[in-house]
C-alpha cells in the first residue's frame, strides 16, 4: 500500500492495541550491516511512510531496519 512518498516493504497495523509497524529491508553490499540498516530507517523518515498508519489512528508506531546478506541479516529498530 503506498504511504506517504511511496511504497515502503512491510507495514503492518494491529488496531486492538493501536501499534503500527513500518519495515524497510536493504541489500547489506559487501556485509555492511550497519550502513545498510540506517540507510533503511532513514528511508521511512525521508518518505514518510508511517503516515498512512498515523491515519489509522496508531498510537504507537515502530520502525525496522533490516539489512541482509547472504545468509545474515541485522535488525535496527526505532
Known sequence: MESGDGYCDITVEID?????FVIELKYAEN?????????ALQQIYDRNY????V???MKTIYHYG???Y????????I
Not at 16 to 20: A, K, V
Not at 70 to 77: A, D
Open 31 to 39: 556485509a555492511a550491516f550497519d550502513t545498510a540498516c540506517k540507510e
Open 70 to 77: 547472504k545468509k545474515r541479516c541485522k535488525v535496527l529498530c
Open 55 to 57: 491515519d489509522d489512528g
Open 16 to 20: 486492538e492495541s493501536q501499534l503500527g
Open 66 to 68: 533490516i539489512a541482509c
Open 50 to 53: 508511517e503516515e498512512q498508519l
